[in-house]
């Protein structure tokens, strides 16, 4: 007899998480408004970000960053500026007018820049108006 290993099932994709994913890139793609998923913790946010950002849509330019306690609005715009796969480490400044620019390029080219944040309930008050 062999034990069969059953899944934990927030790693299932099911026909609700599949619509909620829908749901949330379609507000990415048609909404000027900022996109906050609320849960418990454990209760599948970040599974269902890694859903979000394996979706097939070539419209949308997204990148993740985890929150932490110590994070600055520098480190904010470099998650959302710079590309993680570059073979060297970078130690850029960003403000504002930069990640402006940045969104503008890329508005041009008629995609959306998308950020992740895991963990935003460690931001403070400043930074998530940033």
Do not use: C
């Not at 859903?51 to 990148?63: D, G, P, V, W, Y």
């Not at 932490?68 to 504002?96: G, M, P, W």
């Amino acid at each position: 007899m062999v034990n069969q290993i059953q899944p934990d099932s927030s790693h299932f994709t099911t026909p609700e998480l599949t619509q909620r994913v829908e749901l949330i890139s379609h507000l990415i793609e048609h909404s000027n408004h900022l996109v906050v998923v609320k849960g418990e913790h454990k209760s599948g946010k970040t599974f269902l970000f890694d859903k979000i950002s394996q979706q097939e849509n070539k419209n949308l330019f997204i990148r993740k960053i985890t929150a932490n306690t110590n994070i600055s609005s520098n480190d904010i715009f470099k998650a959302i500026i710079e590309d993680k796969n570059q073979d060297e480490l970078q130690d850029n400044l960003y403000d504002q007018a930069t990640l402006n620019h940045w969104l503008e390029f890329y508005r041009n080219k008629q995609q959306i820049p998308v950020l992740l944040i895991d963990n935003v309930d460690l931001f403070n008050g400043e930074l998530i108006n940033i």
